[in-house]
């Protein structure tokens, strides 16, 4: 019996420590045979199934009391076309290891999000993003794909087959169904040249559209409570070498990126727990002491693509259209600096997508921003975020904002329906694939079980 196969007593905590589960069976499929195997007992007997890649998602997005699955044998190259600089891959392969098959064949993915330890079929779930005004989310980069049906059937979709399907699954949340393999559409390998200086929000705002247009993957860090802003402008160059650090320099950026950046700042902001009005101070210092000079460098592309995620945390993000960015964060910087009880922590980050046509990415249908708000727990401990987050996911709805889809959210169907053109489109393909809610999760059930009757 499949069943004898599971381990029992496994205990799941996401990255942050901030959502976990306890499910009845654990798994890890060897093939797509014993994957298979596990979808139908689950259907025999009743069961939920969900997915969990490397566990960054800070939500309940991966967790079940039931049957929870691990890829992680799911993690090879099946085959690589130089010539059409396409690679087909399983679902448990990471972007860590993505990348570096790619950098033996002289191939790279067009963009990446800020971490790379994550896997192509998480990422493809939730239309992870990265920064670029004329760069989609990387779901949109994917040709074709293969998964498994609650029926056991493995269907294989793209835009010239089952497109219905294929647009709902590259945003699919894992409900409908299990991701085993996708082909990619990569480009040759490329250089990025990184310039990081130091602005302020008034100017990053008065010339926002200069800047997403001026270089290929523009982003920025706020500093709330301050002025400040750490601009990031990154590009494609093909006339010069990566940038050689001295051991000298490479001793100082370990001081500064982890000893004051990480260690120093950790300790500070959990002085702050006990006395939260010092966290403006906090934030001034370490812009200056962290943000002020200019840095230059060139590198591969997933070295500059990829950010350092300190330590634990409880982040928000919404995508909003693009040109209501300084109505935004306008916004929230008079909603910060009018209040006596929200002090919040560094960075804001604020990133720009291309628009795109899957059904369920926050992009869809109109070039994005999305603004994505911080709350540290230094050394775990938990830090009161919940009206910070109320007030930001007030601002975001008023301006037409989506949520990104791996963070915790309270929107429910009815707001949905309202926000994305195809989320009823969405729903019935999710049942005619799912009609036993396998694939639920209490995540999922926030959502459609908070769908309107009529219409279904």
Not at 160 to 178: M, R, Y
Not at 303 to 309: A, G, P, R, T
Not at 364 to 386: A, L, M, Q, V, W
């Amino acid at each position: 019996m499949v069943e004898t196969k599971g381990i029992v007593g496994f205990h799941f905590e996401n990255w942050s420590k901030t959502f976990s589960c306890k499910p009845q069976l654990f798994f890890v499929p060897k093939n797509i045979e014993e994957l298979r195997e596990i979808v139908l007992s689950a259907k025999a007997n009743r069961k939920k199934v969900r997915v969990v890649g490397c566990g960054h998602s800070p939500s309940d997005i991966s967790c079940t009391n039931d049957y929870l699955v691990s890829l992680r044998y799911f993690n090879n190259v099946v085959q690589v076309d130089e010539n059409r600089y396409l690679v087909k891959v399983e679902a448990g392969i990471t972007l860590t290891e993505l990348n570096d098959h790619l950098q033996r064949h002289n191939l790279a993915l067009s963009v990446l999000g800020a971490i790379s330890d994550v896997t192509i079929g998480g990422v493809i779930n939730t239309a992870t993003h990265g920064s670029g005004a004329n760069f989609n989310v990387i779901s949109y980069y994917v040709n074709d794909l293969e998964m498994i049906t609650a029926s056991g059937d493995i269907i294989k979709c793209s835009r010239n087959d089952k497109i219905d399907i294929f647009l709902s699954a590259l945003c699919g949340l894992g409900a409908l169904g299990i991701i085993i393999n996708v082909t990619l559409r990569c480009e040759p390998a490329f250089l990025l040249h990184q310039h990081i200086y130091p602005s302020t929000l008034d100017e990053v705002l008065e010339d926002l559209n200069d800047h997403t247009q001026s270089s290929d993957h523009f982003r920025f860090l706020w500093f709330p409570h301050t002025n400040y802003t750490s601009v990031w402008h990154t590009s494609r160059i093909y006339n010069k070498e990566i940038t050689k650090q001295t051991k000298l320099e490479s001793i100082c950026n370990w001081i500064l990126d982890q000893g004051i950046g990480y260690y120093a700042l950790e300790f500070c902001y959990w002085v702050s727990s006990y006395f939260p009005q010092i966290v403006p101070y906090i934030n001034r210092f370490f812009f200056r002491i962290l943000y002020t000079r200019n840095r230059e460098r060139v590198d591969i592309s997933p070295k500059l693509f990829n950010i350092e995620c300190p330590f634990k945390q409880y982040v928000n993000e919404w995508s909003i259209p693009r040109e209501n960015a300084p109505i935004a964060l306008l916004a929230l910087r008079r909603m910060i600096e009018s209040s006596n009880n929200i002090f919040a922590h560094f960075p804001i980050e604020v990133s720009f997508v291309k628009e795109d046509d899957i059904y369920l990415s926050p992009a869809f249908g109109r070039d994005s921003c999305y603004i994505n708000i911080i709350t540290y727990r230094p050394y775990g401990k938990h830090i009161s975020y919940e009206n910070y987050w109320t007030n930001y996911e007030k601002i975001m709805r008023e301006l037409g904002g989506r949520p990104h889809w791996p963070y915790s959210h309270s929107v429910t169907a009815t707001d949905f329906i309202k926000m994305y053109p195809y989320f009823r489109a969405f729903a019935l393909i999710r049942k005619r694939l799912d009609p036993l809610n396998m694939f639920i999760n209490s995540y999922l059930e926030r959502i459609f079980e908070t769908f309107p009757r009529e219409g279904m």
